[in-house]
């Protein structure tokens, strides 16, 4: 079992020895450790059950820090690094030498966040060094959104979760980089792409290329719970499932159906707001299939 508390020092000396800890953001938690150190950076890896061909993010306290290990930040990304650092956006910078092979798994450009969360920016200035960290999970399954999913799937193999409530944003962060010189978003995440276009103008959305290890996060599986899930039209799908007599829940973003017993339903957001419905979906794909299938 890993200690759950919210002491920036304690954390902050157990990554100062090579450690991993898990630290909250505003997206989802990381599994986080020293990125300027190839053995913690390994232990990442190996923790996680993660394919070295997956590159790591890399969180630092502000955009000043960032300029430590890029060689440059392109003119017009600049603004997106401006506006909404801290916050959910990745910028994939041209990285400097000092940051390790691995974390970038051998790529030249390196990801680079400013989380917005108080516990672990605070953590990341007691640092000097930045924080390598991919998303508290094993590799394949859901994102944690608190400090209990972290520990009910890692809690074994790490010293310290830190501890900063319920995840606000509660989906990743989105991966933006420059390609043949216009703006690309590599992953869809907590910040839309609306907000760039207001910034940058249009942008190129490249989300869709899977098992594409150049291409973030994108592999055929991602975000997979165990249990079979299924998209598509609810009340089209809820038929089928009472028809066959399939054991089955429902995950709808507003609408309850009749149908279907209320404890076996979660609405995301019953006020139909997209913000709210995204920082509920890890956490209701948990309950959902721990009331199901414990
Ligand atoms: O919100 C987030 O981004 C969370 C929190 C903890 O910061 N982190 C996160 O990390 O989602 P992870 O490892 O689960 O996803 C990072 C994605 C991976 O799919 C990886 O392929 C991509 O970012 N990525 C990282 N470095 C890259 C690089 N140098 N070039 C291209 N893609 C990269
Ligand atoms: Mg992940």
New binding site residues.
């Given amino acids: 079992m890993a200690l759950i508390s919210s002491d920036i020092s304690q954390a902050a000396s157990l990554l100062k020895t090579g450690a991993l800890v898990a ?1 909250p ?1 505003e ?6 450790g020293n990125a300027l150190n190839g053995t913690t950076v390994a232990k990442i890896f190996e923790v996680k059950n ?1 394919p070295s061909f ?4 890399v ?1 630092v306290p502000d955009l000043h820090q960032c300029l430590r290990y890029v060689q440059e930040i392109p003119e017009v990304l600049k603004p997106l690094a401006q506006k909404f650092w801290p916050g ?1 956006l ?1 910028l ?1 910078l041209p ?1 400097k030498k000092i940051i390790p092979d691995l ?3 051998g ?1 030249d ?3 680079l ?1 400013v ?1 917005s969360h108080p516990l672990t920016l605070a953590l990341l200035k007691e640092l000097d060094f930045p924080l390598a ?5 094993p590799f394949g399954y859901i ?1 944690p959104t608190t400090a209990a999913h972290v520990e009910a799937q890692l809690g074994k193999k790490i010293p310290y979760i830190l501890d900063g409530g319920a995840c606000e ?1 509660g ?3 989105t ?1 933006v ?1 420059l390609e043949s010189g216009q703006v690309t978003v ?2 869809l ?2 910040l839309a792409v609306d907000e760039l276009e207001e910034l940058v103008g249009p942008v190129q959305v490249k989300d869709h290329s899977s098992s594409n ?6 592999l055929e599986s991602h975000y997979a719970p165990r249990t079979p899930f299924r998209l598509g039209t609810l009340s089209e799908l809820i038929e089928e499932a009472l028809q066959q007599g399939i054991r089955f829940a429902v995950l709808s973003f507003s609408k309850t159906f009749d149908a279907v017993p209320t404890d076996r339903q979660v609405r995301l957001s019953p006020r139909e707001a997209l913000s709210e419905a995204a920082q509920n979906l890890f956490a209701a794909m948990r309950s959902w299939m721990m009331r199901m299938w414990s």
């Avoid at 997206?27 to 986080?32: H, K, Q």
């Avoid at 290890?213 to 994108?218: I, S």
């Fill in positions: 630290i953001t997206t989802v938690y990381g599994l986080a993660r997956d590159p790591l993010i969180h959910p990745t994939l990285r974390v970038t798994s790529l450009r390196v990801a966040r989380p960290a991919p998303s508290a999970n994102s944003v989906l990743e962060s991966i980089g590599y992953r995440g907590g290890p150049q291409a973030p996060g994108l």
